[in-house]
C-alpha cells in the first residue's frame, strides 16, 4: 500500500528564513511524487513534480524537492520565505502509470510566515 | 498548463435540496476525473473516479445514491449531491487526468464550496 506521512502539520517561519517542509513516502512501485499548494478558499497548485531523471527538482515560486529513494523522502525547500508564501502545502505520491492510478496526498502542512 | 474549471464555486442550498456541480477540462480530453472531498483544515479526500461513458468507482464509505456522478464527455464530469443535509456541507474538488511529460498528470479545478442550512 502506498502512504505519504508529512511530518509537522504547522510550520513558522520567518521571512528570508529557509523553509522546509518534511514529506515521507511508502510505494511499492517507483513513485511519482508531488508538491502541491493551496490558499484559502483554492484548489490545488502544482509546486513541483519528480517523475524521473534529475532527483533535485525545481518548481515554481523557488521552490525545489529531492527525491531521495534511500530515505523514501522527498522534502520541500526554498531558501527566502516570502510572505505569499503562507499557504497549505500537500506532498503526494501517485504509484501507478495509467489514467486511473489514484493521488495519494498527506494530510498537509500549514505554512506561516512571521514578519 | 492545462485548466480545469468547476462551476459554482460557491453554493448555499436548503437542506433537502439537490445541488449539481460542474467539473470542465478546458484545453484537453480527460479520459479520467476524480472527486475530491475537503474538510476544513484537513486533506483531499478521494470520494470517486469517474471514467467517460462508463460509471463511476466510488471509494469505500461514500455513498453512491448521495453522490451521483455522471462523466458524460471527454470535457464534463459532474457531482450531483442530492437531499442535500449540512453535514454534506463542504469543500469539493474535481480533477482531470491527462497524459503529459511522460506520465498521466491531474488537474486540480478551483473548488466549490457547498454550504447547507
Known amino acids: 500500500a502506498q502512504s505519504v506521512t508529512q511530518l509537522g502539520s504547522h510550520v513558522s517561519v520567518s521571512e528570508g528564513a529557509l523553509v522546509l517542509l518534511r514529506c515521507n513516502y511508502s510505494s511499492s512501485v517507483p513513485p511519482y511524487l508531488f508538491w502541491y499548494v493551496q490558499y484559502p478558499n483554492q484548489g490545488l497548485q502544482l509546486l513541483l513534480k519528480?517523475?524521473?531523471?534529475?532527483?533535485l527538482v525545481k518548481g515554481i515560486n523557488g521552490f525545489e524537492a529531492e527525491f531521495k529513494k534511500s530515505e523514501t523522502s522527498f522534502h520541500l525547500t526554498k531558501p527566502s520565505a516570502h510572505m505569499s508564501d503562507a499557504a497549505e502545502y500537500f506532498c503526494a505520491v501517485k504509484p501507478g502509470y495509467s489514467s486511473a492510478s489514484k493521488i495519494i496526498f498527506g494530510s498537509g502542512t500549514r505554512l506561516s510566515i512571521r514578519p | 498548463g492545462a485548466v480545469v474549471s468547476q462551476h459554482p464555486s460557491r453554493v448555499i442550498c436548503k437542506s433537502g435540496t439537490s445541488v449539481k456541480i460542474e467539473c470542465r477540462s478546458l484545453d484537453f480530453q480527460a479520459t479520467t476525473m476524480f472527486w475530491y472531498r475537503q474538510f476544513p483544515k484537513q486533506s483531499l479526500m478521494l470520494m470517486a473516479t469517474?471514467?467517460?461513458?462508463?460509471?463511476?468507482?466510488?471509494e469505500q464509505g461514500v455513498e453512491k445514491d448521495k453522490f451521483l456522478i455522471n462523466h458524460a464527455s471527454l470535457t464534463l464530469s459532474t457531482l450531483t449531491v442530492t437531499s442535500a443535509h449540512p453535514e454534506d456541507s463542504s469543500f469539493y474538488i474535481c480533477?482531470?487526468?491527462?497524459?503529459?511529460?511522460?506520465?498521466?498528470?491531474?488537474?486540480f479545478g478551483p473548488g466549490t464550496r457547498l454550504t447547507v442550512l
Open positions: 519528480y517523475t524521473t531523471g534529475a532527483t
Open positions: 469517474s471514467n467517460e461513458g462508463s460509471k463511476a468507482t466510488y
Open positions: 480533477s482531470a487526468s491527462e497524459y503529459t511529460s511522460g506520465i498521466n498528470e491531474q488537474f
